[in-house]
């Protein structure tokens, strides 16, 4: 089994942005110290809360291959509370070997100062939150920082020698138009980052503008969102213009340098493990999902009563898992190998899917490369479409 990634979620921001549907909040920083006092424990009582759970604590002795912390805005918690959580990392759990420590970075939450100091801390790749560079777009869906603060923070960046940044943009923000989606694009571009994430700007009930949108509201530049056409144009020109430039579509959503994959991600998307920490964390161990309760509130006080805060476990059938080769894998360029899946499986496991293969292929929405299945190009746009027929 492949070493598992680790991911540390930091669910608190200092605002929140209209379009986000993550469970990140605005908390008084007086909550900080408890809640990194809490991952730090929940890192003590792994093994005993996982074999409370039901599952092995195998994944619990593995090498840790990646580390990842994410939000929310992790920087928020400060160089210190940071450092707490690394170290606790790395006495826990083999980490010293992993090949690849990511933050997750909004512009304008980090000097100059504690770049370097994350870098001492063994963080290697930077995840850069932009999602535009053009500052009427970022104030509109209630960014706290212009275009200016992100392309300041990927050159001080590079200062403190960080030589692997991500940036993400999303598509489909209010008042955008395909000059200012350009306009984002080549910033983006002339800062050079080894690896970018493009979204689709989701309607979604669970962010203010998606439920302003679904209610056809106008608050919050509702009235200023484009059509699903422009964003998914703005998309396909994405894709165009990075690979002109030397970006590889690995993903759906992400485009990188030679060699400069996600690795972390790349294990979502291979059903390969990976172990959550902090509140709402999910964990992965090839057999079982599990996650943490969603309040942080809950989950460092479920952990001061030495109770576990996983609120949710259960053990994936084959067939899910099944689904979920299906539904993932075919989110990366590569698509789904079907002789590795027959050996990993069964042959008679996989084959019944050979009606849906050949009936999205002969739609022209599924092509066959010897053994693989991949995504058609011309079906990127609509892939949710594609995945749906791995369903039941
Ligand atoms: S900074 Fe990121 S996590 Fe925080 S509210 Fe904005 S989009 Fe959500």
Known sequence: MAGPGLYTQIPFCSSKCTFCN??????PSTVFDNYCASVVKEMDCLPTNLR????????????IDTVYFGGGTPPILGIERLQAIAESIRRTFAAAASREFTIEVTPGSLSPDSLTALRKLGVDRLSIGAQSFVDQELASVGRLHSARDTMELAASARRASFDNISLDLIAGLPHQTQASWQESLDAAERLRPEHLSVY?????EKSRLGSELLKHGSLVHANDVPDEAFAADAYEVAREFLKARGYCQYEISNFALPGRESLHNLKYWRLEPY????????????AHRWSNTISPSEYAAKLALGETPIADFRKVSRDELIEEFFFTGLRQADGVDLS?????WSATDIGRWQPVIEGLAARGLLERCGNSVRLADSAYIISNEVFQEFLP
Do not use: C, K, Q
Not at 22 to 27: E, N, P, Q, T
Not at 275 to 286: C, Q, R, Y
């Open 22 to 27: 993550f469970s990140s909040r605005v908390s």
């Open 275 to 286: 172990l959550g920490l902090g509140a709402g964390a999910h964990s992965f161990d090839g």
């Open 200 to 204: 689709i700007f989701e309607i979604d």
């Open 340 to 344: 590795s899946a027959a050996r990993r």
């Open 52 to 63: 409370g759970a039901g599952a092995s604590d195998n994944i619990y002795t593995l090498p």
